[in-house]
Structures are given as structure tokens and as C-alpha cells.
């Protein structure tokens, strides 16, 4: 079966590495890659002293991951390599847990002080319990890095697995770390001497903070008796004028519904909003409050085509597509409930004003892509930038947990079709004082931002 990880970004957590470590265990042999490789078992300080293999597959992965062309590295997980011990297609028995400072003193003398890469352990429920399970990472390879080899002979009670100080391994395609042949010396060489104009650009806070949104259960029945009150308003209105014959004869021609049976249509409407309440209050926090704004420079004299800035936003808040609009707070709220036929409105047509935003969506061109799944993620749509130029990002809405008291760091990672490599840095978000969703929507219209 295909490896059941998303291999877009690389993995930045614990969580996420043990989605990694899970996806291994559930793979097949062939689901090893260009950018993956695991091992059931490694055994780093054995009995036998002179036994090195263990350190030896270690090194020889590193120096595989780290001898990738930049370019196709760059199609997964942002360009990393990833070597997972402990864990395989067949097996999770984990391995022995060593002090970081004495792994990477027993790896280093074989792969050098040039070559990056971080190890770390992650804690997994393995076949027969707990387990600890060895990932290390290999930075992305760069234009003009050095061609890497074992500085040091890495011996094995099997003359014949020795590995000779100088080697050079390389990692392919097709998921195997070999020796170098000479078309990867050529490739390793060019990539040496290649030298291309580097990404230099800017991202600049303009504007915004992270919101906690609170929701009382005391807010929730008082949005609720709102609605409630607003779906009779038409019945009661009907059975008021009902004295009349001319009102009688003419809501019996645009109404065949009962006061009973619309009735019974309230409560199962009230029950639906009760459903979709959190996601009523997002759709509507999007539309208020004040959105993340972001400028970015290009600061070099090439223009840079399609610039993508991604977005790694830690803590617990979530992203929300910003709307703009010029609907007064309340009409944003009802607009994300559920359709109710009021009572008196006549024939009920399948095209409803409710889907004139779906449309107006869809005609759009490209959109902001936000992903709360895990830590927030978002994607920005794609510009373009001229020499020493900006422009403002697309801009979103954060809101906060209702705990969330810290501010918030947020990791960008910038990329252009014309340039290889990428670019990133951090800024902090100012986190807000809590607002409750109700003195939201109670508040004035947010003012006009200058943009």
C-alpha cells in the first residue's frame, strides 16, 4: 500500500513524526523513497567494539540523503531526508535510547562537520509496549555544497562490509542508497560549480493579532432564543392579521404549511444551528475581525515569478479564510446557518441566496489553502514580484483558543518557480484579551483598514 503520509511538508513535531513512524509501520517494503528510509533494527554501541556496521549504515544514509540534487529533493517533504531506526514495514520494536551529544559524537568522525543533520528519538506504542524510535534528519542539499564521503573507515567483523574512508553514496530515485557510479559524480560536480542568484526577500507585518473567541453555554442559549424568536416573528405576525379574511385568503395562496407543522420546522431548524454553532462563529469571526496582513519585498533586481509564501502557524489557534464585505455583523451569522422556509415566503426555489458566496467562490481565482488539522499550515496564493517591488499578501483571520495567553510565532517558508532553494524566518502575533462572540457581533463595523 502507498506510505499514508503527506509528504508536502516536512514533519516539525512530535506529533507529526509519529504520524511518519505510524505511516512506516502500516507501508509495505516498497513505499521506501527518494526522501525515506527505515531500519527494524540498529544497534549503535554493541558488545563487540569493533563492530562499527551499526554507526556505518547511519553515516552511509546520511551521506546518500545529503548527495541529492536540490532540485528533486525539493519535490518532498521540503527537501529533507529522513532515516527512521526502530520501525519498519514489519516490525515496531524500537531501538536503544542513547544520549544525543554521544550519538552524533559516534556518527560525525564518519560523515564530517559540513554535512547537517539532527537526530532525535520519538515515543511510540511499539508490537510489545512503549518504544523509542531513532529519526534523524538530513537537511536540504544546497547548490555549491561539496561532494560528501565517509571521512573515516567504517570496519566490520565482515571484511568484505568494510566501508572505505572516501566512499561517496548517493541516494536514488527508486529508494536504495548506492555507491557513486560516474554519472553521479558528473551531477554531484555540476552541483558543486553551480552557483545561481538566491532568494532575498522580505515579509513584513503589517496588521493583526490572534483572537480568542469565547462561546459561553449561556451564549449559545441566548443566540439560540435569538434565532427562535426571529423564525416565529412571521407566525406570530400571520396569527395576528388572522381576523382578516382578505390576510386569511391570501396566506392560504402563499402558505400551505400549519402554524403546527411550521412550528415542528423551527425546532428541528434550532437543533441544526445547535450542530453547526462553532462553525457559524468561525465563518463569521472571519468576516469581523480584523484580519493578518503580510507585505512582501523582493529585494533583488530579478523579478521573481510565482512566489509562494507558506505559512507554519504553532499553538492553539486556527486559521480563517478572511471575507470582505460590507454586510452589517448579524447578516454574516444567519448567512452561515442552516436555510429555513419562513413561514409566508412563498414557493421555495432550489436556487437560494445563501449560494450566491459558493458562486462568487468559484468564480474566483486562486484562493488562500488554510490546514488546521495538525499545527496551522497555510498556503498562500502565488504573486508575482518585480525587482525591488512588493505586494500584500492575501490576508486571513486568526483566532485563538479561548486559553491561549502567550503570542504567537509564526514560521514562513518563501519559494519562487525561477530560483531554486527557499528562503524563511519567524515574527510573533500579539495574542488579544478573550471576546466573547456575542459583544462581537454587538460591537460597531470595524473600521476601514488602510491598506
Not at 537526530?119 to 544546497?142: C, F, K, M, N
Not at 548517493?170 to 553521479?184: E, N, P
Not at 445547535?274 to 463569521?284: N, Q
Not at 437560494?352 to 499545527?375: E, F, K, M
Request: proline share 7%; glycine share 6%.
Amino acid at each position: 500500500m502507498a506510505l499514508n503520509f503527506d509528504a508536502r511538508m516536512a514533519p516539525r513535531n512530535h506529533a507529526e513524526l509519529k504520524k511518519l513512524v505510524q505511516a512506516v509501520r502500516e507501508a509495505s517494503k516498497a513505499d521506501e523513497t527518494f526522501w525515506l528510509e527505515w531500519k527494524s533494527d540498529l544497534d549503535l554501541n554493541p558488545a563487540d567494539r569493533a563492530d562499527k556496521s551499526g554507526r556505518a549504515h547511519v553515516a552511509r544514509a546520511i551521506i546518500g540523503f545529503a548527495n541529492r540534487m536540490p532540485d528533486a529533493a525539493a519535490r518532498f517533504v521540503e527537501g529533507y531526508g529522513l532515516l527512521l531506526a526502530g520501525v519498519s514495514h514489519e516490525s515496531m520494536k524500537g531501538v536503544t535510547q542513547h544520549d544525543i551529544t554521544e550519538l552524533v559524537r559516534w556518527i560525525e568522525p564518519y560523515v564530517g562537520e559540513e554535512v547537517r543533520w539532527q537526530p532525535t528519538y520519538v515515543e511510540v506504542e511499539g508490537d510489545s509496549g512503549p518504544v523509542s524510535i531513532l529519526v534523524i534528519a538530513i537537511d536540504p542539499p544546497r547548490w555549491g555544497d561539496p561532494i560528501f564521503c565517509m571521512r573515516k573507515e567504517a570496519p566490520s567483523p565482515s571484511r568484505d562490509k568494510s566501508i572505505p574512508e572516501a566512499t561517496i553514496f548517493v541516494r536514488r530515485i527508486a529508494g536504495t542508497t548506492d555507491r557513486a557510479r560516474a554519472v553521479d559524480l558528473d551531477a554531484l560536480s555540476e552541483r558543486l560549480l553551480r552557483r545561481v542568484p538566491t532568494l532575498d526577500l522580505e515579509v513584513v507585518l503589517l496588521q493583526g493579532s490572534a483572537v480568542p473567541v469565547t462561546s459561553s453555554e449561556a451564549d449559545i442559549e441566548k443566540m439560540l432564543h435569538y434565532l427562535e424568536e426571529q423564525a416565529l416573528k412571521p407566525l406570530r405576525e400571520h396569527e395576528e392579521r388572522s381576523g382578516s379574511i382578505y390576510n386569511t385568503s391570501m396566506m392560504s395562496f402563499i402558505e400551505s404549511r400549519s402554524p403546527q407543522r411550521y412550528r415542528q420546522e423551527v425546532s428541528r431548524y434550532l437543533e441544526k444551528c445547535r450542530i453547526v454553532l462553532p462553525e457559524a462563529v468561525d465563518e463569521t469571526a472571519a468576516a469581523i475581525l480584523n484580519p493578518v496582513v503580510m507585505r512582501l519585498r523582493n529585494r533583488t533586481d530579478t523579478p521573481l515569478l510565482s512566489v509562494q509564501v507558506v505559512l507554519h502557524i504553532h499553538g492553539d489557534v486556527r486559521a480563517l479564510e478572511n471575507e470582505e464585505g460590507d454586510q452589517i455583523r448579524l447578516e454574516y451569522f444567519e448567512r452561515a446557518l442552516p436555510e429555513l422556509h419562513r413561514f409566508g415566503d412563498g414557493p421555495q426555489y432550489a436556487f437560494q441566496a445563501g449560494n450566491y458566496p459558493a458562486l462568487r467562490s468559484a468564480l474566483a481565482g486562486p484562493s488562500i489553502r488554510i490546514d488546521n488539522s495538525g499545527p496551522v499550515t497555510i498556503y498562500l496564493p502565488p504573486v508575482e514580484l518585480r525587482p525591488r517591488q512588493h505586494v500584500d499578501l492575501e490576508p486571513f483571520v486568526l483566532v485563538a483558543g479561548e486559553t491561549a495567553v502567550e503570542d504567537i510565532s509564526v514560521e514562513w517558508i518563501a519559494t519562487a518557480t525561477n530560483m531554486d532553494g527557499l528562503l524563511s524566518g519567524q515574527f510573533v502575533l500579539n495574542c488579544d484579551e478573550p471576546r466573547s462572540f456575542l459583544s462581537l457581533l454587538a460591537a460597531d463595523p470595524r473600521p476601514d483598514r488602510d491598506r
